[in-house]
């Protein structure tokens, strides 16, 4: 069974920053690379980033992160990152890392991804 495991998370004064970790049991060969989610109470799980989209783009981000948050990857090691900068209130949540379904498609929907990491919470405080 592909399992995720996350590290990284905590709480920082805004304009902090933190870095997230994340280690996959294997490699997920995919049309959608691996990404990032976050969930806030009340909210839906959206799109942080992801490494790779299904017409072979590199690094997609969702619209409120674009600027301070950046994505990359060790694939020697099945690991993913997210670099946090410039931290805000409202990125307060838990953020998931993903690994896609085989055949995804619509890789910015997390219907996309199959396997999921436990979350890790990210408190920003004013």
């Known amino acids: 069974q592909v399992q995720l495991m996350e590290s990284g998370g905590g709480s920082v004064q805004a304009g902090g920053s933190l870095k997230l970790s994340c280690v996959a049991s294997v490699y997920i060969q995919s049309p959608c690379g691996m990404a990032w989610f976050r969930e806030a109470p009340g909210k839906e799980r959206e799109l942080v980033a992801v490494?790779?989209?299904?017409?072979?783009?590199?690094?997609i981000y969702g619209e409120s992160v674009k600027g301070r948050f950046t994505i990359s990857q060790d694939v020697a090691k099945n690991a993913l990152y997210l670099q946090m900068n410039n931290l805000k209130t409202e990125d307060t949540a838990v953020y998931y890392c993903?690994?896609?379904?085989?055949?995804?498609?619509?890789?910015?929907?997390?219907?996309?991804?199959?396997?999921w990491g436990q979350g890790t919470q990210v408190t920003v405080s004013s």
């Open positions: 490494m790779r989209d299904e017409d072979e783009s590199t690094v």
């Open positions: 993903a690994g896609p379904k085989f055949r995804a498609r619509n890789c910015a929907s997390r219907t996309a991804y199959g396997v």
